[in-house]
Nanobody, 126 residues
């Protein structure tokens, strides 16, 4: 059974850091495109970062470029999103998602992902 479980969300002050984890099970996440998305109340889900299967490419939204880093721990079948210099945006739920089949690609197209985690809440506020 495929499962994605996010963790690491918290309340953090502006300028602070968080590391989100996405623990995958039921498939080898290294071979699949993985995306991180976030959704604030009343807004559409937006792509933050994604990585292609076999670490082919990593992409970042302009709003997070230079501050967020996506990485994998293949031994633990886990994907991370390191978030530094956090800004006081609206609270959002961060989700990880995975393509349903092994491929080298990723995108911010929500419909291209077959598996989603339950999300983890991130709030940046003083």
């Amino acid at each position: 059974q495929v499962q994605l479980v996010e963790s690491g969300g918290d309340l953090v002050q502006p300028g602070g850091s968080l590391r989100l984890s996405c623990a995958a099970s039921g498939f080898n996440s290294y071979s699949h495109g993985i995306g991180w998305f976030r959704q604030a109340p009343g807004k559409e889900r937006e792509g933050v970062s994604c990585i292609g299967g076999r670490d082919s490419n990593t992409y970042y939204a302009d709003s997070v470029k230079g501050r967020f880093t996506m990485s994998r721990d293949n031994a633990n079948n886990t994907v991370y999103l390191q978030m530094d210099s956090l800004r006081p945006d609206a609270p959002a739920v961060y989700y990880c998602a995975a393509h349903g089949r092994a491929d080298l690609y990723c995108s911010y197209f929500v419909q291209s992902y077959d598996y989603w985690g339950q999300g983890t809440q991130v709030t940046v506020s003083s």
